[in-house]
């Protein structure tokens, strides 16, 4: 699990770095983010559902569980609309909207995999 821990850290540094560079540098630092962070969370949600099918996540831990990983999918998605709007119309607000969902995608995931990371490092 600690490539995990490392590729969540990577994707952080590639979302800050993104989020503080400049218009051309965002965009691209932010489609790896938001490559970075679905892999991410394609690997380890369903890893997770796995431990509750197989009865090593209660129910009551998978619906916590749930609610995080709809918060980071709903992240994901206003961060890629927000890209597809900076590409649309490159202003200093797009520029901005772009910076804040990346940060709240970054936390949102930051936090589902906080909280599911215990349950895998068990199986």
Do not use: N
């Not at 206003?78 to 909207?97: C, F, H, P």
């Not at 804040?100 to 490092?121: D, G, K, N």
């Amino acid at each position: 699990m600690h490539k995990k821990r490392l590729a969540i850290v990577i994707f952080l540094i590639v979302a800050l770095l993104g989020c503080s560079a400049g218009k051309t540098d965002l965009r691209t630092g932010s489609y790896k983010a938001l490559a970075a962070g679905a892999a991410i969370y394609e690997s380890g949600y369903p890893a997770f559902l796995e431990l509750h099918q197989k009865g090593l996540v209660s129910d009551a831990q998978k619906t916590a569980g749930r609610e995080l990983a709809v918060k980071y999918w709903a992240a994901y998605h206003a961060a890629s609309e927000a890209l597809v709007a900076l590409d649309t119309v490159q202003s200093a607000e797009s520029k901005d909207r772009v910076t804040a969902t990346m940060a709240a995608m970054s936390r949102a995931l930051a936090a589902l995999t906080q909280y599911i990371q215990p349950f895998i490092e068990k199986r």
